[in-house]
């Protein structure tokens, strides 16, 4: 089936199919690098942690990064898995600033694998790291391999989140932490379909049915992996309003100005124009930091 999606203001004529990996693959690979992170840092893909007197994303995604790390209890030595790594930012970082022993990545994006190689190599890092191509609910690695498995706002696209957790516990040491960064509806009342915005298209879009559930049945789902004592905490009250405010102002940033073309500002307005509306439906989305441990 064809159909039109915008995203970042373009209107993208691309094949959604009944193949979730497809599907996220193709969501990804549409999205334009050049205008994401035009004017930008860094190449995170989160919507970030906003704390008081924050006015950046670049500033955000890191604070999120921080957040589901310090929820994981990284320690020096760990060994990690990240699963759904985009430009694998935060493992960088985790790296430098947590001294993790070695951090294994998978994605399914062939050019974010790519990238996060190339990237390793360049930082004297490749030692260090395993990037690679595959799926969240067919994790390739022996059981009880890892201290940490960590999801940084990707676990939303598994298919099914479910199964992911099924497949984190086996990776895991007895002991270890399974944290993800997640969206979900506020309320199991909350229609998917329904949302109209362009800028959420993504929520309608590339998040599997099987995943849209409230904060209790994601708690229960991990219970029924097998993790001990989960939680599952919003954060709601610091994530979207900061990133909504911060993109629908991005195209009069005099930055961002210079180095993209006037057309391409022009569509990027007229996606983000209507604030309202995007406002009434961010309130039905929650976003919440998960943490579960391996018995």
């Known amino acids: 089936m064809f159909e039109n999606l915008k995203i970042a203001g373009r209107a993208i004529r691309t094949v959604f199919t009944a193949d979730p990996i497809t599907r996220v693959r193709r969501f990804y690979e549409i999205q334009s690098p050049d205008v994401e992170f035009a004017a930008r840092r860094t190449h995170y893909m989160n919507v970030g942690y906003w704390s008081e007197g924050v006015t950046d994303l670049d500033t955000a995604a890191e604070a999120l990064a921080d957040k589901l790390a310090d929820a994981a209890g990284f320690k020096p030595d760990d060994t990690v898995l990240d699963v759904g790594f985009g430009y694998a ?164 940033d005099p930055e961002f100005r210079a180095v993209v073309k006037p057309a391409v500002r022009k569509s990027m307005a007229a996606h983000w124009k209507n604030q309202d509306l995007m406002k009434r439906e961010l309130a039905q989305l929650d976003y919440v930091i998960a943490v579960g441990h391996k018995r």
């Open 89 to 252: 930012d935060q493992d960088f970082k985790w790296l430098r600033e947590r001294q993790v022993a070695k951090v294994y990545g998978l994605n399914i994006t062939p050019h974010h694998v790519e990238a996060a190689q190339r990237r390793a190599q360049e930082e004297g890092l490749a030692d260090r790291t395993d990037f690679r191509l595959g799926s969240a609910t067919e994790l390739p690695f022996e059981d009880n391999t890892f201290d940490r498995v960590v999801a940084l706002e990707s676990a939303f696209h598994f298919y099914p989140r479910s199964a992911f957790f099924a497949e984190a516990l086996r990776v895991l040491r007895p002991g270890g932490v399974l944290a993800t960064a997640d969206i979900i509806p506020v309320s199991g009342d909350v229609v998917r379909a329904a949302i109209q915005s362009g800028p959420l298209s993504f929520v309608k879009f590339s998040i599997p049915k099987e995943n849209w559930h409230d904060r209790d049945t994601y708690r229960q789902e991990l219970v029924e992996a097998g993790f001990a004592n989960p939680e599952v905490h919003s954060i709601k009250d610091r994530t979207w309003e900061g990133w909504r405010a911060y993109m629908a102002g991005r195209t009069e």
